[in-house]
């Protein structure tokens, strides 16, 4: 019953085995997984209210979805972007006309002047969280040179 699976190795009385990106973050039958350990450790820490609980709960659904693969994480969404894009011709050259359509495209999503892209991120994550997040201005970042 203390046998190794095939997958699972033993060196210097330490057992470790390879697993997917989706079985470290949301588990398997033989590790927990790193997102329910976080889900537990939030539900049994009683500083954090009730809007910050459920701003972390949608990151960590996010994060789940894209480690599954049901969300598209950005490296991929960009690259399948720009494969499809009417002017790429496969050749590993991405244009300056391509460049600019993928910003705009990117803006048009960040900005939410165009409908949610579905694979990349779902429209009820967004909606669904208590908080805003305000990120500082970068004039207010970046000191200014002497």
Request: with cysteine.
């Amino acid at each position: 019953d203390n046998k190794l699976n095939e997958e699972d190795k033993e060196e210097d009385g330490e057992e470790y085995r390879l697993m997917s990106i989706n079985e470290i973050m949301n588990g398997s039958e033989q590790f927990a997984g790193l997102i329910p350990l976080m889900r537990q450790y939030l539900y049994h820490l009683e500083t954090i209210d009730t809007d910050t609980r459920s701003t972390i709960e949608q990151y960590l659904n996010l994060i789940s979805k894209r480690a599954r693969g049901t969300l598209m994480t950005d490296a991929k969404w960009i690259r399948q972007y720009v494969d499809q894009h009417p002017k790429y011709e496969h050749d590993s050259i991405v244009t300056d006309e391509i460049q600019y359509d993928l910003l705009w495209k990117i803006q048009q999503i960040t900005n939410d002047n165009e409908i949610c892209c579905p694979t990349l991120i779902q429209k009820q994550m967004l909606d669904s969280t208590k908080t805003t997040l305000h990120l500082p201005d970068y004039a207010d970042i970046v000191p200014e040179p002497v």
